[in-house]
């Protein structure tokens, strides 16, 4: 499977962004999908995950991003509303098992990631 990421860019605070996760190779409705994201010098945190149609996301993000999907497409979304600095990231959708969810070595497919920077 290959997953490919795009959507991200420049943005300022308080604006909005949506970045789509298209895989090839494999449906999204039996697998996990997850968001990601690496700040410079930190590590690579959980952000979204959609498992079994059930959403999840890190306290930073909830009430902010939304993810989705289009199964017809097989591609994910993340909805990014009310963007602060501390969003600027390399923002990376991965594919799991099942099971997969908040941490990233239960993902076995990542896309390239693609960089959101938001200024102030």
């Known amino acids: 499977v290959q997953l490919q990421a795009s959507g991200g860019g420049l943005v300022q605070a308080g604006g909005s962004l949506r970045l789509s996760c298209a895989a090839s190779g494999r449906t999204f409705s039996t697998y996990s999908m997850g968001w990601f994201r690496q700040a410079p010098g930190k590590e690579r945190e959980f952000v979204a995950a959609?498992?079994?149609?059930?959403?999840y996301y890190s306290d930073s993000v909830k009430g902010r991003f939304t993810i989705s999907r289009d199964v017809a497409k097989n591609t994910v979304y993340l909805q990014m509303n009310s963007l602060k600095p501390e969003d600027t990231a390399v923002y990376y959708c991965a594919l799991g098992g099942p099971r997969a969810l908040r941490i990233s070595s239960d993902y076995d497919s990542w896309g390239q990631g693609t960089l959101v920077t938001v200024s102030s």
């Open positions: 959609l498992r079994s149609g059930i959403t």
